[in-house]
């Protein structure tokens, strides 16, 4: 039985996969996971490879969803970037850490989404 945090968290993917798409991303990976961790969208933008945390909240009651990319996940997901770009050589790109923050309405079901390019640097 999935956890309702999970299904909150997989519904939020989905509507930044789809959001990235209209926007122009190109889609390379979801949940890429090794022993180091997991990047929940890896994305091609322009010239660049980005590396997207999603998070999901039904509302801002503990403050905006980009507000638990604390430092120690800011780090596990870099150590997991490195990682897919030595599996995939990937050397020649320039690379980014993107979040994107999900706020379900569950009132109307409207969604409202907030991409923040370059949010961290390592």
């Known amino acids: 039985m999935r956890s309702f945090n999970k299904d909150i968290g997989s519904l939020g993917e989905d509507i930044a996969e789809i959001y990235l798409k209209q926007i122009g991303y190109t889609l390379l990976e979801r949940n890429f996971h090794c022993k180091?961790?997991?990047?929940d969208i890896i994305a091609k933008d322009g010239n660049y490879i980005c590396f997207i945390e999603v998070k999901?909240?039904?509302?801002?009651l503990y403050g905006s969803p980009g507000e638990a990319v604390n430092h120690t996940k800011r780090m596990r997901i870099c150590n997991t970037a490195k990682m897919y770009?030595?599996?995939?050589?990937?050397?020649r790109f320039n690379f980014r850490f993107d979040v994107i923050e999900v706020l379900l309405n569950t009132h109307d079901g409207i969604s409202s989404i907030k991409l923040i390019k370059d949010a961290f640097e390592v």
Do not use: A, M, S, V
């Open 36 to 39: 180091l961790g997991e990047i």
């Open 56 to 60: 999901t909240r039904c509302n801002d």
């Open 85 to 91: 770009i030595t599996k995939k050589k990937l050397f």
